[in-house]
């Protein structure tokens, strides 16, 4: 089992929840809109099998390409910089409500860890 500080420490960690989020909105915004892959990909100027990537998990894309996503969901991303009590203080239960049987077992397991530590701590 992982410490919160641990989980800090590991960037797969934070880049796992990201990317979670990042495919929880653009899942969101596509199914309230009624867009397929290849919509979003022409909106994007990309191709389909980039949005497949993104929607499967397998991205680590420019921070340019993250606020043109937003941006085409008319949402602006918010980037902070916080210690890690802020960051655990601040840290919402909702994002858990985006699970994915698409994750990897990397991704699973980090959150079976997630919520154990999150679960030690309260």
Do not use: H
Request: some cysteine; proline content about 3%; overall charge negative.
């Amino acid at each position: 089992m992982f410490t919160k500080e641990e989980l800090l420490e590991d960037p797969e960690y934070l880049l796992a929840r990201y990317q979670n989020e990042i495919y929880y909105q653009l899942d969101t915004f596509m199914s309230k809109n009624n867009f397929t892959q290849s919509e979003i990909a022409s909106k994007l100027g990309v191709s389909s099998s980039y949005v497949s990537q993104v929607l499967n998990g397998n991205f680590n894309f420019t921070l340019k390409k993250l606020i043109e996503i937003g941006l085409m969901m008319d949402k602006v991303p918010s980037i902070e910089f916080l210690d890690p009590i802020e960051f655990w203080t601040n840290q919402s239960k909702s994002w858990i409500n985006s699970f994915s049987p698409k994750w990897t077992s990397y991704q699973q397991l980090l959150l079976v860890q997630i919520l154990k530590a999150i679960n030690q701590c309260q």
